[in-house]
């Protein structure tokens, strides 16, 4: 997974496997929304955590799921934007004893022509070392016959965390560090050529070998939860390139020969940064609120193995989205002194990326896949520049989900039809006049809580279906 904070498609076969892992680093910041708004609820009575022994599933929640609304101490800013997880969710003992409440085993099983059959594991543990869910840890790995490997460690920490003293935790969402370590041996991934005008026809396909190691580091600022939101992080990556693996299709070093030259064997560092103005009452699921953002992807050194000189370059992006909340359609909305009660929205979010300097064609700016142009394959479209906007109604269907076992339950299930369009150019200038691509469709989610959505996909488009599945919103 990148580290950078810039839009994009992630690449990969399993990208979606590493989105999962992100995605639950985000859902460790638990289920509840808290209204400034709405009446202060009764104070609640000091009760330490339970002993493992006497674990209480339902501790601060009711039976059907929903959450009463707990006081957060006077000193916490923002409380709108710190996610309450219940005593309950915070269940103790080892990962196996955690399982699928604070911990996630999943296989990895899948068979593409070009790849072989594959099959690995991911672990995903929301409460690494027992630290009251302030703590993420995840990895993945995933091997195929034809020897396609996937990978990788994530660690993150959040830096604002609260015990309450009723029971459970709260956590500002904004501020948090992560550390990644991945190794992913790609078979499969298709290039196009550049340009809004390519043909589906036009596909070919390369290898990739790559290491990434990287920090990131987000913090609101001055304070918690406040508006003001910072992004810095560096990280150093090495990729070889080879002959793609897609049968009935040229390989990309046939037809772009020049470009793949450029992008093999290349070791390069980047810097990130961005500032973000965020009125969010969440990152990762709002329901009300906006957000505009500019970053940088700077690389200030990259060397190719074997030539002289090092080269340099950019990407940068602007980007920004609104989170309107609606009346419920299929429900009524929860009430005044629940946490995260179902909220149907309507979300509207774009962004506009460009590259400047000497950057491999791998690194350019795409669209297509799980987050833009979701009617398309990912990377299908990729130049310089690029522009993309999307709006969703999203919309829950079952507002109370279902209980699976004493501990583990699914929160609620819902629909979020879209529609897309965007383009790509070779610089911002030629934006306005290249070519635009159009897609629909419907989204069908599953929140296990307020920030830890599974979705599938359905998108069309002029080519065709594509279908995605993911984790997290796609903006």
Known sequence: MPMSTRPGCQRGILAGVCGLAIGLVRSS???AEFSADLPDPPALPDMPPVP???????????????IPRVPLPDDIPHPERWRYVPEGRIKPGNVLDRF??????APIVY???AVGAGGGISLTDIDFREQRRQEFAGIYAARTTLGQEDYGVIWQRWLDHRDLPGGG???????WVRVQLSYDNTLTDRFYGLGAETRSGDETSYSDRSEVLGVLLQSSVPHAGDDWVVVAGTHAEHHRLGSGHVSGWPSTEQIYPALVADGDDRQSVWLTAAVRYDTRDSQTNPYRGGLIEAGIDAQPWSREEGQPGVDSGEIWHVNGSYALPLPGL???GGDANEENPPTDVLAIGGFITWADGDLPFWELPSLGGANTLRGYIGGRWTDRAAWHLALEYRLWVIPRGMRLTDSIRIERFGVAPFVEVGSVADNLTQLETSAKHESYGLSFRAELERT??????????AEGVAFNLAYGLSF
């Open 452 to 461: 830890a959505i599974f979705r599938f996909d359905v998108g069309w488009s």
């Open 52 to 66: 493992a022994a006497d674990f209480d599933p339902l501790q601060g929640m009711d039976v059907n799921g929903r």
């Open 29 to 31: 910041a638990g289920a």
């Open 330 to 332: 299929l429900h009524s």
């Open 169 to 175: 935790v709260a956590t500002e969402e904004r501020s």
């Open 111 to 113: 068979y593409e022509e």
């Open 100 to 105: 699928m409440v604070s911990s996630f085993i």
